[in-house]
């Protein structure tokens, strides 16, 4: 069975960035998606602590734990919530406090 493919393809970056990279890229010697793969991780450790703020928010208003909003997420089964949704587990929360 082929193997999938698991590189993130990105939209273009535009001229001014795609130049900016190739730049960053050169002078660090690496090549565009090496820096590319770089710069994002890099980016993405700087806002992990918000990220994992964002989880448990989110797992909180849905009655989960962080980790439950996190494996939900990952396994590509948690869904938004509409407003509808909301008032309907505040309602509920309501009922529980009574």
Same mark, same amino acid.
């Given at each position: 069975m /082929?193997r999938r493919? *698991?590189?993130?393809?990105l /939209?273009?970056l +535009? =001229?001014?960035? *795609? *130049?900016l990279l190739?730049?960053?890229?050169?002078? !660090? !010697?690496?090549?565009k /998606? %090496? %820096? @590319?793969?770089? $710069? $994002?991780?890099?980016? $993405?450790?700087?806002r992990?602590?918000?990220v994992n =703020?964002?989880?448990e928010?989110?797992?909180a208003?849905?009655g989960l734990? /962080?980790?439950e909003?996190?494996? %939900?997420?990952?396994? @590509?089964?948690?869904?938004?919530?509409?407003?509808? *949704? $909301?008032?309907?587990?505040? +309602? =509920?929360?309501?009922g529980?406090?009574?």
């Open positions: /082929p493919d *698991d590189r993130l393809a /939209p273009s +535009g =001229e001014w960035y *795609d *130049d190739a730049l960053d890229a050169w002078i !660090n !010697n690496r090549s /998606p %090496q %820096q @590319g793969h770089s $710069l $994002l991780c890099s980016k $993405l450790q700087e992990e602590s918000r =703020e964002r989880i928010y989110l797992a208003k849905r734990t /962080p980790q909003m996190r494996m %939900q997420i990952l396994a @590509g089964k948690a869904q938004r919530m509409a407003v509808e *949704d $909301l008032a309907e587990a505040e +309602g =509920e929360e309501r529980k406090v009574s």
